[in-house]
C-alpha cells in the first residue's frame, strides 16, 4: 500500500518531538559527520521513530539504507515520509515472506559497511549467503532473540565480525523490554479486540524483561494475572511479585487471554489447544511468530475466518473457538503502534551511539559480542534525565574515598 506522505511527515515531526536525546545525537552528527562516506543498512520496524533514527544516522553522513525487520510492522506513511528525505526504504506493511527476503537481500546488496539488525536476520544472511566480512565494521542488535542467535554465532566459531549487544544495555532492556513492550503490547490487544482486561484470567509466558512489564500491566487494569516459566529463579521472582506461577497446561486451562513474551519456540501448542477455554485470545509479544503454534492451530481447527482485521477465529471441532490475534506476530506492532517514542528515543539512541563507535572502532574490535560500552550507556541515561528536568546528588570526596576503600566496616 502506498502510504501518505503529509501523514507520515507529521508522524515523524512527533517522534522527533519527544525524543529528545536521539535529537541531541544527530545535532552533534550534522556537525561532527562521525559517519561520513559510510553505507548503514538497518532492518528494522519500520515506523515513525525508526525514520528518526535513520535520519539521525543521515545526519551523520550515512548512506543509510532501511529494510522492515517485519512484515506486519511497517507504518506506509512513516515510509513514504523518509524515502522523500532521501533514505531508500524497502517496507510495506503485509508484505511477504519472499518479499521481506528480498529487501533483506537488497540491504546486503548494498555493501554496507554498518549493519543494524533487528532479530539478526540481516547478519544471518551475510553469514549464510556471502560468508565474507568484507568492509562490513560490525552490526549492532536492538533485540534479545538477536543476541541470542549472534552468542550462538560467535560460539559456533563464524562470527565474521564483531557485533555491539545493545538489547543488553541497561538503558535499553529496563526501559524498551520492560515498560515499552508492557505498555505497547496491551495496546496491540486492545486495539485488535477491543475487549476488556479487567476480571481476565491473563497468562504471561515468560518472566524475562518483557514478561515482567506485561504481566504488572495487565494486573494494572485489573487482569487476574498468571504466569509461566522454566526458569526457576524468575518462577520465583514473579510468585513475590504477586502473580500466580504454574505450567501452561493448567494456566490454558483458566486462561481468556494468553501472551507470550518467551523468545522460544511452541510455547502454546496441540496439548494446549486442547484443553483452551472457549473465545480464549492468544496473542505473541516475542521476536518471531513462533511461539504460538500456528502448524498447530491449523492442523486441529475444522474451521477458520477472520473474525475482526488482526483477530483470525480458530474452530475446533467441539465447537470451543480460540482468537490468534496479528498472525501470532509481535502484537505491539502488528496491532498497535510500537513501543512509546519515548522508549524508543533511549533505544536509539543507543543504536546512534553504537554505530558511530563500529564506524570509529569497529576494524580494531575484536570479532566477537560486544557490550556497549559503558559511557555510551550513561551518556544517555544523563541526556534523558535533563529533559525530565531530574538532577542527581553528587558523592562528596568522602562519599567517593569510602566507596572505594576496603578498610572500612563496623563501626
Ligand atoms: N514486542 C517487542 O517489541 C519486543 C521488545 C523487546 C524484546 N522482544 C522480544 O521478546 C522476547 C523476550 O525478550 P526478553 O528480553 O523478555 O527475554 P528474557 O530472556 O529476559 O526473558 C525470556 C523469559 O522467557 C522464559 N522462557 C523461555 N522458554 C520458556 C517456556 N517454554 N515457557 C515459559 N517461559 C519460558 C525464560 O526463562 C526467560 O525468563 C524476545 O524474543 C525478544 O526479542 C520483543
Request: aromatic share 4%; charged share 25%; hydrophobic share 40%.
Amino acid at each position: 500500500m502506498t502510504g501518505d506522505l503529509a501523514r507520515g511527515r507529521l508522524k515523524i515531526e512527533w517522534a522527533r518531538t519527544h525524543m529528545p536525546v536521539l535529537e541531541g545525537i544527530r545535532r552533534r552528527f550534522e556537525s561532527e559527520r562521525p559517519l561520513r562516506g559510510l553505507t548503514v543498512s538497518a532492518v528494522l520496524h519500520v515506523e515513525a521513530k525508526t525514520c528518526a533514527l535513520a535520519l539521525a544516522l543521515k545526519a551523520a553522513g550515512a548512506d543509510v539504507r532501511l529494510a522492515a525487520g517485519n512484515p506486519l510492522s511497517t507504518d506506509d506513511d512513516a515510509v513514504a515520509a523518509v524515502r522523500e528525505e532521501g533514505v531508500p526504504t524497502w517496507a510495506e506493511k503485509g508484505e511477504s515472506v519472499a518479499q521481506y527476503n528480498a529487501v533483506t537481500r537488497a540491504l546486503l546488496d548494498a555493501d554496507p559497511d554498518v549493519i543494524v539488525d533487528d532479530g539478526a536476520d540481516l547478519v544471518a544472511l551475510v553469514h549464510t549467503s556471502r560468508g565474507k566480512r568484507g568492509k562490513i565494521r560490525g552490526s549492532t542488535e536492538e533485540t534479545t532473540t538477536g543476541v541470542t542467535r549472534l552468542r550462538a554465532l560467535e560460539k559456533s566459531g563464524k562470527l565474521l565480525f564483531p557485533a555491539i549487544n545493545v538489547n543488553d544495555a541497561e538503558m535499553k532492556h529496563l526501559f524498551d523490554n520492560r515498560y515499552g513492550t508492557g505498555q505497547s503490547t496491551i495496546d496491540g490487544v486492545l486495539t485488535a479486540t477491543n475487549l476488556l482486561i479487567a476480571g481476565k484470567v491473563c497468562v504471561v509466558a515468560g518472566y524475562g524483561w518483557c514478561g515482567k512489564g506485561v504481566a504488572a500491566r495487565l494486573r494494572g487494569l485489573g487482569g487476574d494475572v498468571i504466569v509461566t516459566e522454566i526458569d526457576p529463579v524468575r518462577a520465583i521472582e514473579a510468585r513475590l511479585d504477586g502473580f500466580r506461577v504454574m505450567p501452561m497446561l493448567d494456566a490454558a486451562r483458566e486462561a481468556d487471554l494468553i501472551v507470550t513474551v518467551t523468545g522460544n519456540t511452541g510455547i502454546v501448542r496441540a496439548e494446549h489447544f486442547r484443553v483452551l477455554k472457549d473465545g480464549c485470545l492468544l496473542a505473541n509479544s516475542g521476536h518471531f511468530d513462533v511461539e504460538v503454534s500456528k502448524t498447530d492451530l491449523e492442523g486441529m481447527a475444522v474451521s477458520h475466518r477472520t473474525a475482526r482485521p488482526q483477530v483470525e477465529e480458530y474452530r475446533f471441532a467441539d465447537g470451543r473457538r480460540a482468537y490468534l490475534l496479528g498472525e501470532g506476530r509481535l502484537i505491539n506492532l502488528a496491532a498497535g503502534q510500537g513501543h512509546p517514542v519515548e522508549i524508543m528515543d533511549l533505544s536509539f539512541a543507543l543504536q546512534a551511539l553504537s554505530a558511530e563507535h563500529l564506524a570509529k572502532h569497529g576494524r580494531e574490535m575484536e570479532v566477537r559480542v560486544h557490550s556497549v560500552p559503558t559511557v555510551l550507556d550513561r551518556e544517555v541515561a544523563r541526556a534523558a534525565l535533563s529533559p525530565l528536568g531530574i538532577r542527581l546528588d553528587e558523592p562528596t570526596k568522602e562519599q567517593v574515598k569510602y566507596a572505594a576503600a576496603w578498610e572500612g566496616g563496623t563501626t
